[in-house]
């Protein structure tokens, strides 16, 4: 990278982050603190506002991740710490303002830290980066769309553009944005579900027929057993945590299977205890209630081997004594179970002991409440997604449910959460490269064009084609593109190689500082903000991990009257470039996408009436009938082996995860109180007996590198944390060190990074 250019990555930090005691339990009168802060910081009457309409049903949904509101009465107070953090995010009163980028030259900028760039307030109007130029600069809308749209049409083919959506895009912006894309002539519509739940989309699709999960939150109040899977709702689902609570103090049992021993699945101190009058001083003196009632420490990868350990002996308790599988549930709904019976036959405790990293007896135990549990929900986050085997690892843990016939009925079934509050929104409104031909053949009717049918590019393939000059325009709606894709020198060289990068923001970030040959900023209205356009007050909807559809109503003034719609923003760039549909009508009321959407999205029928009526909820046909639109029209067994990592003597697997104090890429704070970090975000957790073993100390700074392909990638600066992860297994924060997720190392089937399972070595600072 020539000298003066941006810096892809976060630099390192000034002062080493600080070990201290990690939380004794989750959320607690901390996190009743941390709101009162932020409501500090937004301003009293501001904060105030946003807090008591965020996830409310005449409010506005939460911008973090996607876990679902109850379906009855919601509490006064409906949201979590992190909650709080994400609005009070995007309602900061600090404004980024054109003086801002007339004093700060974009490579000064690419310097700080992530954390210093999100700090500097919201974007406030649209800024153009020409090619030559070392400074940000103001720009109209209209030219930027005309600036844009010059750009697409210079292009050899469509196909040399691409359309990035983050999981914050609303049902109405997403479905106009494909619709964009696809009237311009492409399928290249990358998007954050490409790293995060691609692989449960793949997995529960061959086995079950529906890409999504089959509870709702009401299951939770049935279920018997629950099963955390590779997830930490502690920080990034942590209204989940009540659900989990409330499951427990009924009698439900739960089983958490992590390499990390995370404090969001062992004890919680429930906010709303606090607003309790006869719950408040015991939950103030108390140590929180506690969760798990098991936890199986897996080495990183091993979760695969653990599932079939368990059903392993699911199977040997059913010759022994019979009566543990749901044998009529077998045969009347599901096809493959000879295959897998004789395959668990054949997998050795040995084996799956090894691979596991989990003791055999632990996986009895996990056995025997999976046994006694005649409801099971299994959940599950990036810990399964992001692994090299994801797909097959999620399909072993679909097999334990139909083993005992624990899906598609009450208190029971498949519970991906997802991280993102509208990701899965997205997908459905049809961002993806892949659509099927039924859906594409409904758009096309609707609008009377005909829309491209080659497959386009997913997120990594978007990087190679940038990469390779296939590509030559990315505009991207909201998200950090650079920092939440691997391979961040790699990534950043391919974005530098475009003629165009365009950004739909709110915040400042990375991706706005490492750029094509010309760039732009649109800022956007946040979700908390109200949406005034020429035919009134709009609002937009949003999908839940539970596939259930809210409104969602802004309640704010908007940071800055330059600010336009997401909605807006796509109508005024496909109205620049001529296409054929009624943006500008679309752009003044919302009423009418989603009539489109009701005629071509499945489940979407009589849209307007049903949201204003209130949340309504997806069909699924798992969990409404028990009905498997797969190839055979049954529940599919899927047999899998045990992956054998090809770690050599002195690797190490690494996974990258979340602070407490971030949301995906957006860095809120510096602190990570629920593993004890604080004030740093290099750090490589670390068995102790593998620290002793390089010789290495606590709070010493090494070097991580990455060697996959042929390719040396390194991450510098890292203090060593001793932290109970099992030997061989090391743990670090994203977005610092993507730089070492190899862009050729993807879990098989879903092209998902491997952000789970990143070979590295550790060495003494260089
Ligand atoms: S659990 Fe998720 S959706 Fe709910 S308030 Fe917290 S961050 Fe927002």
Not at 1 to 15: F, G, I, R
Not at 85 to 97: C, H
């Amino acid at each position: 990278m020539a000298s003066n250019q941006p810096a892809a990555q976060t630099p390192p930090e000034p002062e080493p982050a600080r070990l201290g005691p990690p939380s004794t339990a989750a959320a607690g009168l901390k996190a009743v603190g941390v709101t009162a802060r932020l409501v500090g910081e937004m301003g009293l009457a501001r904060g105030v506002r946003a807090l008591l309409a965020v996830n409310q049903a005449d409010g506005f949904d939460c911008q973090s991740c996607a876990w679902p509101s109850p379906d009855g009465d919601r509490h006064v107070f409906e949201f979590c710490e992190n909650g709080a953090k994400a609005v009070a995010d995007e309602a900061t009163p600090k404004r980024i303002t054109a003086e801002f980028f007339r004093k700060h030259a974009v490579a000064e900028l690419a310097a700080q830290s992530d954390h210093w760039l999100n700090a500097q307030g919201r974007l406030t109007e649209p800024m153009v980066l020409r090619p030559g130029a070392t400074h940000y600069a103001p720009i109209g809308w209209e030219e930027a769309f005309a600036l844009i749209a010059a750009e697409l049409r210079a292009l050899p083919t469509p196909d040399a553009a691409a359309f990035y959506t983050s999981g914050r895009t609303s049902n109405e912006a997403a479905f106009l944005w494909q619709l964009l894309a696809r009237q311009f002539g492409t399928n290249n519509l990358p998007d954050c579900s490409n790293m995060c739940h691609e692989s449960s989309g793949v997995a529960l699709g061959e086995s079950i027929g529906i890409g999504k999960g089959t509870v709702t939150l009401e299951d939770f109040e049935h279920a018997e057993a629950i099963f955390v899977i590779g997830q930490n709702p502690g920080t990034n689902h942590p209204r989940m945590l009540a659900a989990l609570a409330a499951a427990k103090a009924r009698g439900a049992k739960i089983v958490s299977v992590n390499p990390l021993p995370e404090i969001g699945t062992e004890r919680f101190k429930n906010p709303q205890d606090f607003l309790n009058p006869l719950k408040v001083l015991t939950t103030l003196a108390g140590e929180g209630a506690r969760l798990s009632d098991l936890w199986l420490q897996t080495r990183i990868a091993g979760d695969l081997a653990v599932m079939k350990g368990i059903m392993k002996a699911l199977l040997e308790a059913e010759a022994a004594r019979g009566g543990v599988l749901d044998r009529e549930f077998i045969a009347q709904h599901t096809a493959g179970f000879e295959a897998l019976a004789a395959d668990l036959g054949r997998a050795s405790w040995d084996e799956i002991v090894e691979a596991s990293g989990v003791p055999r007896e632990t996986i009895l135990a996990a056995a025997e409440i999976a046994m006694r549990s005649k409801a099971t929900i299994c959940c599950w986050a990036m810990g399964l997604t992001q692994q090299p085997e994801a797909v097959a690892t999620i399909q072993q843990v679909v097999n334990l449910l139909l083993l005992r016939g624990s899906i598609g009925r009450r208190g029971a079934g498949v519970c991906p959460v997802r991280g993102h509050s509208n990701v899965q929104g997205d997908r459905t409104m049809g961002i993806c490269e892949k659509m099927p031909e039924s859906w594409l053949a409904r758009l096309d009717a609707e609008f009377g064009f005909s829309s491209p049918r080659t497959h386009g590019h997913d997120t990594v393939e978007t990087i190679r084609a940038m990469h390779d000059c296939r590509v030559r325009v990315l505009v991207a709606m909201g998200g950090n593109f650079l920092s939440a894709t691997p391979d961040t020198e790699f990534t950043a060289a391919a974005l530098r190689r475009t003629a165009l990068t365009a950004h739909i923001s709110t915040k400042l970030n990375r991706a706005h500082l490492v750029t094509g040959r010309t760039a732009l900023i649109l800022p956007c209205l946040g979700r908390s903000e109200r949406d005034a356009q020429a035919g009134g007050e709009q609002f937009v909807t949003t999908e839940d991990s539970m596939g259930i559809i809210n409104a969602s109503r802004g309640r704010l003034t908007p940071a800055s009257p330059e600010l336009r719609s997401e909605v807006a923003i796509v109508c005024g760039l496909a109205a620049a470039l001529g296409l054929p549909a009624p943006w500008r009508e679309f752009a003044t009321d919302y009423d009418l996408i989603r009539d489109r959407i009701a005629r071509v999205v499945p489940g979407f029928a009589d849209y307007n009436r049903r949201v204003r009526a209130g949340a309504f909820y997806l069909p699924n046909a798992v969990r409404d009938r028990r009905e498997w639109r797969t190839a055979t029209g049954r529940a599919h067994f899927i047999v899998a082996p045990i992956p054998r990592p090809g770690v050599a003597p002195g690797e190490f697997v690494m996974m990258t995860i979340r602070t407490h104090d971030q949301f995906n890429t957006t860095v809120y704070g510096l602190d990570d109180r629920y593993r004890g970090v604080f004030g740093g975000r290099r750090v490589v957790f670390m068995h102790s007996d593998d620290i002793t073993a390089l010789g290495l100390m606590q709070g010493q700074r090494v070097d991580l590198t990455n060697r996959h392909g042929g390719t040396v990638r390194l991450a510098r600066g890292f203090m060593v944390a001793p932290y109970r992860i099992p030997r061989g297994c090391v743990a670090t924060y994203f977005p610092e060190a993507n730089v070492l997720v190899p862009i050729g190392s993807t879990a098989a089937r879903s092209n998902t990074p491997t952000s789970k399972y990143v070979v590295v070595t550790v060495a003494t600072a260089g």
